[in-house]
């Protein structure tokens, strides 16, 4: 046998203390996430985020067993499908919060509403799944009756294009809504001018949001970048030098991956967007209105 054949699927083996750390740092995020969306009681997070977590310590602890076992199929092609789709329900989290941020700070600033935003987005998210989920499970077939993964691998690819285009259409539609905020020009011209005591409780609610907001910038960056990497891969082929190359998944995966979802812990939804912060008509934000003003909320509700 050649070389690659020697070593598995994979083109290489595993490194072990670094799978163990990957499962050590997914499983304890995973916790981490349970426990806050119980505090929190933010019970999306769990097919969303938590999810995520799962596949994630699943497709590591796969390739630590192929760190033992080089040359076994099964835990390669549970790791080709767990770390394939993990990041898609964590994506899903990232559309819910912009949702909860756009009904919050004003959807007039918004191209589409909050709901049709939602709507819209956690669709695409779902259909990328899906693909992404049936071209893995061809891949893994593939790989497990000696045949080219090819096609898997291109069903796979097509899915991650997609979601790499939703995302974009995403940070775009984020952006333009910032934008329109920060300067006060809402997307329809008709829409009920906003009160200057209102407007001035909005801005003083920025002021504390835009950490929130920081936390999806980096959050979606990290995404995109493995997005891009696992595209190139993809296309380069299975025998190609990137996905043969462990330390490029390592990075643009593994790493990539943990820097989102441990972002989310510390900039977690749950410390603006709280239940049990949640005043009369709100949508759940932590006033900061000053004492001399008299806020009124969007349905109609003063405070």
Same mark, same amino acid.
């Given at each position: ?12 083996? %595993? @490194? ?5 750390? /990957?499962?050590? *740092?997914?499983? $304890?995020?995973?916790? =981490?996430?349970?426990?806050? +969306? ?48 993990? %990041? @898609? ?5 990232? /559309?819910?919060? *912009?949702?909860? $941020?756009?009904?919050? =700070?004003?959807?007039?600033? +918004? ?49 991650? @294009? ?15 809504? =910032? ?125």
């Amino acid at each position: 046998p050649t070389a690659a054949e020697s070593v598995g699927p994979y083109n290489y083996v %595993p @490194t072990e203390w670094i799978c163990i750390t /990957f499962v050590a *740092l997914f499983g $304890i995020n995973t916790v =981490l996430h349970l426990f806050q +969306s119980y505090k929190f009681r933010m019970w999306w997070l769990i097919p969303t985020v938590i999810l995520a977590g799962i596949l994630e310590v699943l497709g590591w602890s796969a390739r630590l067993w192929s760190s033992i076992s080089p040359t076994l199929l099964t835990p390669f092609e549970i790791q080709l499908v767990g770390t394939i789709l993990a %990041p @898609t329900p964590f994506l899903a989290a990232n /559309f819910l919060v *912009l949702g909860k $941020i756009i009904s919050h =700070l004003g959807p007039e600033y +918004s191209r589409l509403s909050p709901k049709l935003y939602t709507l819209i987005f956690c669709t695409f998210d779902v259909i990328c799944l899906i693909i992404q989920a049936v071209g893995g499970a061809m891949a893994a077939n593939e790989v497990n009756q000696n045949q080219n993964p090819d096609s898997g691998g291109n069903i796979m690819l097509i899915g991650v @294009t997609i979601q790499l285009c939703a995302m974009a259409v995403y940070v775009l539609c984020a952006g333009e809504f =910032l934008l329109r905020f920060l300067n006060n020009t809402p997307i329809r011209k008709n829409s009920t001018p906003v009160s200057e005591e209102k407007r001035h409780a909005k801005i003083m609610e920025w002021i504390i949001i835009r950490w929130l907001i920081l936390g999806l910038v980096i959050q979606a960056f990290c995404l995109f970048v493995r997005a891009v990497y696992r595209s190139i891969e993809l296309s380069n082929g299975w025998s190609g030098p990137i996905i043969s190359t462990q330390a490029y998944f390592n990075v643009f995966d593994g790493l990539m991956m943990t820097i989102a979802v441990y972002t989310m812990n510390l900039i977690h939804p749950g410390f603006f967007l709280s239940e049990t912060r949640r005043v009369s008509g709100a949508v759940g934000w932590p006033q900061r209105c000053p004492a001399s003003l008299s806020c009124t909320t969007d349905s109609g509700y003063s405070y």
